[in-house]
């Protein structure tokens, strides 16, 4: 049940970012996916060796985990990452608010999956959940920002 | 609550994944570049992240298939470790292309490639740097194909994109 709620809500989640229009190109799209889980699963093992985070016990629910963790939140990230490219055109504080509203609201899916089973989360609250997604964020508009830069020596990019 | 742990002794499987990746980042700069920088990029990171990616699902609770190193959990090493994948994924893609492999000699390369992998990961057995638990070298070397397979999809895709948008310039 929890499995395949997860597994439709992450096969929606990739046929709306497919159907969405790009703003970035598709060289970027996938190194920028690359960068996000790279860094998602170090910082995960790290937060494991804290205790702040718990694998879920049974094979459903670690699959599921899967699917949130290495294909959702990559979308979500991607999705992200065309909005921040879009604001901080306009000004560096509007690139800092996109940062700041998507960590926060990937911080607010944690009660979801602690409430399902899919990631058991320590009592720490979900402080340090947003700020681990900030910190994320953060290298990852970077890593575009720099990933953009060496890719238009060569090529001509809006 | 260390959250990224030294190794509990420096020994056999430390010195392996130094050996390895000092040899694979020396020999990724020595080859004629075929690839753009960006797309070399591109296949050296998708190299470091998918073992990782396997790692943190196989290796961990429920699955616990096998174990990295010295701890059953994430270790300074192991970050280190996945390093040495990046210029396997590379050497996989510029083989290909250097050698303008084509047709059914494609299957024959990614068999090769996949036990050559099989083989650097039974020394690594023996070294210490994995332990299996309810995993074989059959399975890795099965993995190993499906990887490579799609790293040739991908990698031809990111070409393609290179070109196309390298023309439109």
Redesign the interface.
Known sequence: MVLGAYLVATLLAVLIFAFLPKRL???EL??NA??H??FY??Q???L????FV??????DK?VAS?AIR?IMFPVIVLLFLQLYDKWIQRSWAAGLATIIVTGALLALVQPVLQWTGIIRYSNAGIYWSALAWFVLLGINSGCMIA?RR??RK????P | ?????FPKRFDANEWFIIAGLAAGYIAVFLPRRLF????S??IV??G??VP??FD??LA????ELYDINDYS??ELMD?VLHLIYGPFAYFFTYGYARFQIRGPATIAWIIGYSLLGVGIEWIGTLVGVYTHKNWNLLYSFFVYGCLQGLLLV?SR??LR??EV??K??
């Open positions: 190109h598709l060289l996938w190194f690359i960068v889980v790279y699963t170090y995960f093992s790290v494991t060796n804290l205790k718990a694998l879920p016990e049974s094979p670690a899967v290495f990933f060496l890719i060569e090529l001509l990019l | 609550m260390n959250p990224l742990p753009p920088f960006p797309v990029l591109l990171l998708f470091i992240t990782k990616l943190a699902t961990v609770p429920p699955f959990k994430l970050v991908f895709l990111w994109s290179w948008t390298k439109q310039a």
